[in-house]
Nanobody, 123 residues
Framework: QVQLVESGGGLVQAGGSLRLSCAAS????????MGWFRQAPGKEREFVAA????????YYADSVRGRFTISRDNAKNMVYLQMDSLRPEDTAVYYC????????????????WGQGTQVTVSS
């Protein structure tokens, strides 16, 4: 099992950009599909984006498609989430997850979470 540490969150104005990073330590990182999820105050955690083990396939929630880009560097054990054209509704704690899986039409996380990083978008 890998350990995950997110970074890169912060406060940004609407229309701005942020790049989140997720550093993984431990064995097996390059074998795992990875994902980003987010949780806004008073709401359930929701899927944002996922990437397969090689980085050749990516998947996005409808709400972020065209604005966010997920990528990975297996040589560095890193996953990234480039967030552009940010909106106030993107405000949430963003979590990295290892071993996401696709079932019954949606992506699901494993129990392998990072601690999260806060993203706040002001209007």
């Amino acid at each position: 099992q890998v350990q995950l540490v997110e970074s890169g969150g912060g406060l940004v104005q609407a229309g701005g950009s942020l790049r989140l990073s997720c550093a993984a330590s431990g064995r097996g990182f390059s074998d795992y599909a990875m994902g980003w999820f987010r949780q806004a105050p008073g709401k359930e955690r929701e899927f944002v984006a996922a990437i397969n083990w090689s980085g050749s396939d990516t998947y996005y929630a409808d709400s972020v498609r065209g604005r966010f880009t997920i990528s990975r560097d297996n040589a560095k054990n890193m996953v990234y989430l480039q967030m552009d054209s940010l909106r106030p509704e993107d405000t949430a704690v963003y979590y990295c997850n290892a071993e996401v899986y696709y079932l019954r039409g949606q992506y699901h996380p494993s129990e392998n979470w990072g601690q999260g990083t806060q993203v706040t978008v002001s209007s």
